[in-house]
């Protein structure tokens, strides 16, 4: 994760953040989507169905629907495409 982000996560805290192989799993209730999301914090080229479903399921809990940041600096275009395939579509910039 590039520090500008880490600085813009730490300047808006969510209530509650897990770490799950290199994502950065944030929640404060549906505020924004930063605060609300799953962020690569690390360069990640792949994702697996399992670690989608425990992602999804992280945020079906909360009673949320799952919401991937994807910066190009952390993510693959392939982890794009697998979350297109799953009908994840583009939303922002």
Same mark, same amino acid.
């Given at each position: ?6 600085? *813009?996560?730490? &300047?808006?805290?969510?209530?509650? =953040? /897990?770490? %799950?192989?290199?994502? $950065? ?21 792949? *994702?697996?169905? &399992?670690?989608?479903?425990?992602? =999804? /399921?992280? %945020?079906?809990?909360? $009673? ?30």
């Amino acid at each position: 994760m590039n520090n500008i982000e880490e600085a *813009l996560f730490t &300047s808006w805290p969510a209530l509650e =953040e /897990e770490s %799950f192989f290199g994502w $950065k799993l944030r929640f404060a209730n549906g505020y924004t989507k930063r605060a609300n999301s799953a962020n690569a914090s690390v360069r990640l080229d792949n *994702l697996c169905d &399992s670690q989608i479903g425990y992602i =999804e /399921e992280f %945020f079906k809990e909360r $009673k949320q629907k799952a919401i991937f940041r994807l910066t190009s600096f952390c993510t693959s275009q392939e982890i794009d495409d697998m979350l297109a395939d799953r009908k994840y579509r583009f939303m922002d910039l």
